[in-house]
């Protein structure tokens, strides 16, 4: 018996022993690699570049070119001219059909989504007055603008969604008017009409 133990244990390589235990360490290695290179996927999470996101939205298909406009605390103001003013972006300005056609190809590719989006990515306290300025009319026609004011930092919250109709070129409307306490959290929801577009060209 003692032999054949001593026979056993002559016969273990540790050569062997060190590649195979190296094998082990590679594949766990690439293993983690793996789930690194592709994460699981995570269904409705926001990416919390802003603490607010508005979209104002009009029919799919419609030429006519409506404007999103925000004052903020201190007379601040974002439109098309000033895309960014402090903490006040508007990330995309849709100009209703001007905009929406693309050549691929040599081949027209319409885009029929009309939607201008405004995000606020801190919170400074004071009033924010959201408008909508009808800027121009390609069949004059009334257009009904829906816009969406939502708080997304840290948890998607549905502050205001309602529907305005803007009747002919240049009218001007209050969307939606909330103020920040300077706890940072949102008062005083209204509609009060008040002008800023006219204001500013004046």
């Known amino acids: 018996m003692r032999l054949l133990g001593q026979r056993q244990n002559a016969e273990i390589d540790p050569f062997t022993d060190l590649l195979f235990n190296a094998l082990l360490t590679f594949t766990f290695l690439f293993l983690i690699a793996l789930l690194l290179l592709n994460p699981p996927a995570k269904s409705g999470i926001i990416d919390p570049k802003a603490e607010f996101l508005i979209t104002a939205s009009w029919p799919d298909h419609d030429p006519n070119d409506i404007d999103l406009w925000a004052q903020g605390p201190s007379q601040s103001k974002v439109w098309y001219k000033r895309p960014q003013h402090g903490l006040m972006h508007l990330d995309r300005d849709d100009r209703g059909i001007a905009n929406d056609i693309q050549v691929v190809n040599g081949q027209e590719i319409i885009n029929p989504l009309n939607q201008e989006v405004l995000t606020i990515r801190g919170r ?12 121009k009319s390609e069949n004059q026609q ?12 840290p948890v998607l919250k549905v502050i205001s969604y309602n529907t305005v109709t803007l009747q002919k070129s240049n009218d001007e409307m209050t969307a939606i008017r909330f103020t920040l306490t300077p706890e940072g959290e949102v008062s005083n929801i209204n509609q009060l009409q008040k002008t800023i577009v006219k204001a500013e060209r004046k």
Do not use: D, Q
């Open 124 to 135: 400074p306290p004071g009033e924010y007055i959201i408008n909508l300025h009808y800027f």
């Open 142 to 153: 009334p257009v009904p603008v829906t816009v969406y004011v939502a708080e997304v930092n």
